[in-house]
C-alpha cells in the first residue's frame, strides 16, 4: 500500500478497513476455481471455466424459452467499477433482454438521489468537492457518522470547528461523531423529517428566510412554507423528541450563518419516506438561500465503493447509462444507438431491487438470477425471507471474490477478480472520476466480472458488443453518456491519469471537469431549485404493546456493508468480532439485563440474538444492532421491507421490536 499525500480527497489517509483490504487478496478464503452444483440440496464442486459458463448460460436460456425474457434477473453492486455497472447493465438488456435488472446501491442513496432529482434536477453526492466543507459557517450531518464509516473524511470536520464552524450532528446515538458535535439532537428514530420542517418553521418564525434567493432562483416556496407552520415547536418537540430550546439553538446557529451545508446519510434516509425527509432538508437550505453558491448547498455521504458511479450507468431498474431515463425515447435512441440495436429492443423498467428479490421464483417474477458485487442474505432486509426465494429460484449465479453466504446458495459460483487485480474507475461522492489501476495479475484460475459477462454474452448468442478491455468498454461508455446529466464524455483514462480525477459533467476533451455545480443555475428546465413543501407522516411500523422499542441498524468502525470481505480480516475480527445489542442503561434495568447477556431481539419478521453492550449514548426507546454479520445475530433478519414510493427505499433503519433474555425467550417458547 501507497500513500499519496496529496490526493486532495484523503490526503492519503486510510481507516482500518482500507489499511488490510490487501489481506482479502491473498486469503486462504479466496475463490481459486469455478463451482457448481449438480443437484438441488448438493455440495458445490470444482468445475472448467467451460463447464460452469455453460452451465450458467444454458440456465439462463432455459427461463427465457419457458418463462420469457423477464424471467432471467440480475442485480449488482455499488461496489463495481464504472465500467463493469456499464456492462451490466448492456448485458442484461442486450444479451438477456431482460428488464429485470437493479443493484445493491438501490438501499443505500436512493431516497437522496430521489430528492436531488426532484429539487435541483441532477442527482451527485455533493455539489462540491469535500475540501469546501471547512470552509462553510455551520454545517448540519443528519443520520451520518463519518467518524465510523468514512474515517479520513472526519479531519474535513475538525478542520471546520477550528476555522471557527459549527457543527451540529443529528442522530438517536451519541456516536463518535456526534462527540465532535457542538450541538448534538438525539431524535426519536423515524423523526428526521419533522425534524426539518421544525426547523424550516423557526427560520421563518424568526426571520432567517433568504427572500431575494427565494425569489430569484427557486420556486414552490408557498406550498414550502405553509407545510413547515403546520409543524409548530411544541408539535415537533412531542414527534422527535428534541426539547424545543434545543431545536431553536439549530435554527439560530444555522439561519444565521453566513454559509451552510445539510449532509444526509442512511440513517435520515432508509426509510419509507426518505425522499421526502432529504427533500425537507433540502427545502432548509433552500429557505436560507444555502445553495448554488460557494461553501453552502445540501449533500449525500455515499455508502459503497463506487455509490456514485455505480447508480449512474444503467445498473437501476428504470435507468440508461449517463443517468438517462429508460423511459426516455431520446435517451433509448441515443444509447440504442451507441450499443448499435433499435430502440424497441431496449427493455421498459423493471422492478426495483427489494421488489426483484422479493418475486424470485415466483409467477411472473426471475426465475434465474445472475448475481454481481453483492450479498442480499446478509444485506437485504427481511433478509431470511429473502434467503428463501434465493432457494425458490431455478437457477443462482454468483461472481465473487469469496464464497460469501450468498454465493453458498448458488448454483454457479464464478472467481472474480478485485480492486488491485484489474483496471477501473470509479465517481466519488464529489462526482470525481478516478483511475484505479492494476497492481496484481488475478490468482490462477480467478477472470474478471468483464471476461464474465463477455464470454456469458458469446454463449447467449451476442458474439459482438461485450469486450473485456476495461479501457475500451470506459471509451464506449463516454459516448453512451455523452449529453447525458452524469455526460462523461470529456473524460478518459488519460486526463484521469495526468490529474487528480475529473468532475462531471465534463462534455468535451477541452471542458475542465465541474467541480461545484448550481452556482449559476439549477440543473431544472427553467433553471431553479423546487421547494419540496411536504409533511410528517409517521413510520410504516411504529412501536405498540407487543414491540414497544425502536431498532435502528447501522455500521462499527471495523467492518463494512455485509462483511464478505472484512470478517475473513484478522485485525478486524480482533476489533468487532461480533454482532451486539446496544441499549440504554434504563432500559436495561428496566428489563433486568446486565452487559454481556444474549439477548433476543424480535420483529414482526423474526428473531435475532446477540449480547448486550448497555451504553448511556442511545435513547431509552431505541436499540441498535449493527448489520455486519449473518446467522443468529442478523440484524437484517429483524428490519421492515417497506418502500419508499418515490425512490423504492426500504426502512432499514426503524422498526418496531421487543427485547428480552434469550433464555428467558426459550423457555416461554417451550411452555407454550
Partial sequence: MRERPDFPVNRGALCGKGRTAAAVLTSAARLSTPLVRDRRGGELRPATWDEALDRAAAGFDAARTAYGPDAVGVFGGGG??????????????????????DYNGRF????????????????????????????????????????????????????????????????????????LADLHLANRPGSDLALALGLLHHVIADGYVDDEFVAARTTGWNGARAAAMAHWPERVERLTGVPGPRLREAARLFGRARTGMVLTARGAEQHSKGTDTVGAWIDLC??????????????????????????????????????????????????AGVWGVDPDRLPRPGRSAYELLDTLGREGGARALLLMGSNPVVSAPRAEHVTERLHALDLLVVSDLVLCETAALADVVLPSAQWAEETGTTTNLEGRVILRQRALRPPEGVRTDLWILRELADRLGTHEGFPDDPEEVF??????????????????????????GVFWPCPDDDHPGTPRLFLERFATPDGRARFAAVT?????????????????????LAQYQSGAQTRRVAALNRAAPGPFVELHPRLARGLGITEGDLLAV???????????????????????????????????????????????????????????????????????
Fill in 80 to 101: 463495481l467499477t464504472n465500467e463493469k455497472a456499464y456492462q451490466l447493465g448492456k448485458f442484461a438488456r442486450i444479451a438477456l433482454g431482460t428488464a429485470n435488472i
Fill in 286 to 335: 433552500l429557505a436560507t438561500g444555502k445553495a448554488g453558491r460557494p461553501y453552502s448547498g445540501y449533500g449525500c455521504l455515499t455508502g459503497q465503493g463506487n455509490g456514485q458511479g455505480g447508480r449512474e450507468h444503467g445498473q437501476k431498474a428504470d435507468q440508461l447509462p449517463g443517468y438517462r431515463s429508460l423511459e426516455d425515447p431520446a435517451a433509448r435512441a441515443h444509447v
Fill in 108 to 179: 443505500c442513496m436512493a431516497s437522496a438521489a430521489s430528492a436531488h432529482q426532484l429539487a435541483f434536477g441532477l442527482d451527485r453526492g455533493l455539489p462540491f468537492p469535500l475540501q469546501d466543507i471547512p470552509g462553510t459557517d455551520c454545517l448540519v450531518l443528519v443520520g451520518a457518522n463519518p467518524a465510523e464509516t468514512m474515517p479520513p473524511a472526519v479531519r474535513y470536520l475538525r478542520e471546520l470547528r477550528e476555522r471557527g464552524g459549527t457543527l451540529i450532528v443529528v442522530d438517536p446515538r451519541r456516536t463518535r461523531t456526534a462527540e
Fill in 602 to 672: 424480535t420483529s414482526r419478521r423474526g428473531t435475532a440474538v446477540a449480547p448486550a453492550r448497555i451504553t448511556e449514548t442511545i435513547r431509552y426507546d431505541t436499540v441498535f444492532m449493527p448489520f455486519h454479520w449473518p446467522g443468529e445475530g442478523r440484524a437484517n433478519t429483524l428490519t421492515n421491507p417497506a418502500l419508499d414510493p418515490t425512490s423504492k427505499m426500504p426502512e432499514f433503519k426503524l422498526c418496531a421490536v421487543r427485547v428480552e433474555r434469550a433464555q428467558a425467550q426459550g423457555a416461554e417458547r417451550a411452555a407454550s
Fill in 475 to 500: 471509451e464506449e461508455l463516454r459516448r453512451a453518456s455523452a449529453g447525458g446529466p452524469a455526460d462523461y464524455s470529456g473524460i478518459s483514462y488519460r486526463r484521469i491519469r495526468e490529474t487528480d
Fill in 536 to 556: 410528517h407522516r409517521p413510520a410504516d411500523e411504529e412501536p405498540d404493546a407487543a414491540f414497544p422499542l425502536y431498532l435502528t441498524t447501522g455500521r462499527v
